[in-house]
């Protein structure tokens, strides 16, 4: 069974820095595209940041450039989302997401979903 597993999210104020770790049971590993994903209660999913298996292209929503930083490290099988500068409007619940395919900000290009890590920023 596909497991991923999100952590490092938390209570942080605005201007600080969290590192978000995704731990993933997929084999093997380096196959697959990972991204990140962010979700505010009542509204969609949000595209945040992807990293291919290929070529370790990786890709960001536009608010998040220069501020988020997505690395995996296929001898541990996570991925992590550096965030830095962090805004009250970061706010969300972040999923790590999953498939063996090129990057895509589409939640359908992703077969494999973690159950997300809270990150609340204080103003």
């Known amino acids: 069974q596909v497991q991923l597993v999100e952590s490092g999210g938390g209570l942080v104020q605005a201007g600080g820095s969290l590192r978000l770790s995704c731990a993933a049971s997929?084999?093997?590993?380096?196959?697959?595209?990972l991204a990140w994903f962010r979700q505010v209660p009542g509204k969609e999913l949000e595209f945040v940041s992807a990293?291919?298996?290929?070529?370790?292209?990786?890709y960001y929503a536009n608010s998040m450039k220069g501020r988020f930083t997505i690395s995996r490290d296929n001898t541990r099988n996570t991925v992590y989302l550096q965030m830095n500068s962090l805004k009250p409007e970061d706010t969300a619940i972040y999923y790590c997401a999953a498939d063996q395919g090129r990057c895509s900000v589409l939640v359908r290009a992703y077969r494999y979903w973690g159950q997300g890590t809270q990150v609340t920023v204080s103003s």
């Open positions: 997929l084999r093997p590993f380096s196959t697959y595209t």
């Open positions: 990293i291919s298996w290929k070529d370790d292209n990786t």
